[in-house]
């Protein structure tokens, strides 16, 4: 017998009642930040209704409970924590539903140091020596392009040249 774990979605009375939305966007919230298109998304997959869940959301950012730009900073602090670089965090913003104007002031305000957190991240993978040959150097290359760094910082990752 198999027992699901899943709860089952709210009735129809629940799904549009606004307290009933709140209180499930708060306990969303209470976990960890999210972009406003992220929890309207999760609240209509669990079966709200729609001009409820927007009402909600217009609320809870008019009272500055949820806000795009606070989700933001966390993202790409929490993403930068982990060795990711500015394309992939890019990416996985604009998956999210989050203004592109937004992405942009976030990522550039790490602009400088980009090359630096590249430099780190292929020195924590492969040891401080610079790659040798040219099959060392395209696995350590392909290494930092998976974590989203451009082909300018991989460069300057891989030469050891920092100097900008």
């Known amino acids: 017998m198999r027992v699901s774990l899943k709860k089952p979605k709210p009735d129809p009375e629940e799904a549009r009642d606004p307290k009933r939305v709140r209180a499930k ?22 079966g709200y209704d729609i001009t409820a869940v927007e009402a909600v959301l217009s609320s809870l950012e008019a009272k500055k409970l949820l806000s795009d730009e606070r989700f933001v900073e966390e993202f790409v602090a929490a993403r930068v924590r982990r060795g990711s670089g500015p394309l992939k965090i890019r990416e996985e913003l604009r998956g999210k539903g989050v203004d592109s104007a937004l992405v942009d002031q976030a990522v550039t305000a790490h602009k400088g140091s980009w ?5 780190e991240a292929r020195r924590k993978r492969f040891g401080a020596a610079t790659p040798k040959d040219m099959q060392e150097r395209a696995r350590q290359a392909r290494f930092l392009q998976q974590r989203g760094f451009s082909m300018d910082d991989i460069r300057k990752a891989l030469k050891g040249d920092l100097e900008d």
């Open 25 to 46: 966007a708060l306990s969303l919230l209470a976990r960890r930040e999210h972009s406003a298109g992220e929890l309207g998304r999760k609240l209509e997959a669990r």
């Open 115 to 119: 090359g630096r957190m590249a430099e």
